[in-house]
């Protein structure tokens, strides 16, 4: 089997993680090594697929012959797909040619489980070391830990990659004994708290000895199947912030499940995957992350999930209406960026811009604000946009009319002569 | 004061120098052209030598009342916002009338457009990163883009860090000029006309690889054109490997992409140029 043909099974296998990101990397060129991890703090996307998702690393798994029989997985052993497994050097040209050409930011590692979880890591780590050492290759490497693998074999991936990351997929303990009855939470969670823990250690080590050896110096992330099981929005924005709190991940990925196989415990194959969903999440996540909001504030027990019509801040200020209009002008950072409409470099540019004079409202669009949704929640000097009249009850569809635009649209259907007369 | 166009150079030390004679003549600018763009015009015009000393006095000023009005002029004057120059030069009259208090109000009417222009071109920049293609001709990795605004200038710094230890070139087909590494040492320089050199063997397969896996990458249930187009705008395509056609693809041993009968493949057919031809980097270093 050639390369060429090994590249298309092994990319088509990997495709489902969601994670691509070279962000968080601060590793300048070094002298007789190629590539650096620098290029920008948001890292650095050297192109878009077809479902408009980001390109950055070459994401590939190291081989897609795997022993365990997770049901989501198009990988699983029962499944009847072709196989193949890269050679650690094969990987290693590939990444290289492709970064000098400057296809990719880096490498994207994951792989499926040949043998056992640790013969799978120590090829993963030969190929790494292939790249670090014998091809210098300084660029940004996103490994992934196998769970169960041997604590020392996480420990020399770590030294080797810039990111890794174990998957939690079923965001429940139920779905993961019924979907993926090989693994354990106890198996994922170990490794986490190990690269959590010696990437601590790491930056003390780095406090007293300046050369010490970085561990994932971009920290890890994880992975979430959104829609594979029946867990609400609330449960998975909980767990989210959780692993947030407690293993400081750098992120979470939401994957929409895509249904690959047909089985009596997963949604249909019909199914379309639930892409406004795993968008909501993502905004939610970034109100975790970015503006100061916690879990509990956006949703709750009696409305575990997301309004599909609205985003998340804005179902936030539309039940919190006391607490607005803010006025831009005196607010203090925390309380601009909870209005809708706000980002974190607009607020910081009317923190800066008030500092020489007052604002008004004609001046806020040039700083980036989207007047469209903030307009109903801020004042400037008083007063609001010129000749806007609403009430609150109008707010929620002055709302849904000014983000329909950019809802997935309903698909039209052609109407015929001969339908019954739709019920009404 | 009277009211004057200016004309000069088009380098940024002959924008500089406008400014100074505008103070030296006591004369107030509606305009100012690059002496390419001369148009008769019934207003009073004045072409500006340029003098590298008047050029780095006004910098030096500027620089003293705000530095960062310094580095947005640098950046400015590489955009592609028209009258540019006028648009500068108000700015800098402010500044030097009221001191730098106003450059913290993002929507002042003088510093707004200019924000705005190099918020872009840093953008352009910033995607160019990502987006730029590079094939490697015989040891020599080389690459086009199609820019809207002079962007050379701001990937340097980046592409020499990141292929310190190799040679590389990148043309500007927009600006006709082209940045230069080799053995550590970077050039921008004009160049008029610039083809690049078909594939060999290796290239091309690379090429093809890169081109399945970007095809293989994207799932298809979650197929979105618009949202690929809105990260990655349509003309940045036309100088990516992924978005050609198939002769791209090719080992060719003629630039004119038919192949020379009785030559093998990777083997150039005699009379051709080797390596990337006319524009080989060290040439102009």
Redesign the interface.
Known sequence: MDVLEKLTILTDAAKYDAACTSSGGNRASKKGYIGNTSSSVAGCCHSFSADGRCVTLLKVLMTNCCVFDCKYCVNRRSNDTMRAAFTPQELADLTISFYRRNYIEGLFLSSGVLRSPDYTTELMIKALRILREEYRFNGYIHAKAIPGTAPELVEQLGFLADRMSVNIELPSEAGLRTLAPDKTKQAILAPMRQIQVRGRQSKEELVKYRHAPKFTPAGQSTQLIVGATADSDFHILRLTQGLYDRYRLKRVFYSAYVPVVEHALLPSKDVKPPLLREHRLYQADWLLRFYGFRAEELLDEQHPDFNPLVDPKCSWALAHLDFFPVEVNTADYEALLRVPGIGVTSARRILTARRARRLRVEDLRKMGVVMKRAQYFLTASGRRTEGLLFKPDSLLRNLIAAERPLLPEVEPVQLSLFDSPAPV | MTEMVYYYDGSFEGFLCCIFDSYANKEVLTAIYRDEDLVPTLFATRSIPTDREHANRVYRKIVKCSPYTADLLRKCFLTCLPDKELYLYRLVVKLLREGP????????ETL?PVLRAVRLLNGEA??L????????LGGV?G?EIEPKNRVLPLLRS?FC??????KFFLYDRTHREALFYANGKAVIQPLEHFQMAPPDEAEAH?R???K?????????????????Q???PKRYWNT???FQDETYFRVQSSPAGVEAPGAPAGIPAPGTPQGPGPSAPGSGI
């Open positions: 208090g106003f450059l913290r109000n993002f929507s002042d707004y910033h995607l990163k990502g987006f730029v293609r590079f094939s490697d990795l690459g980046h860090a990141r292929y310190q230890g190799e690379y093809l690889l890169w399945r896996f970007y095809d293989t990458i994207a799932i298809k249930e979650r197929y979105n054109p618009k949202c690929r809105t990260n990655m990516m490997t992924e």
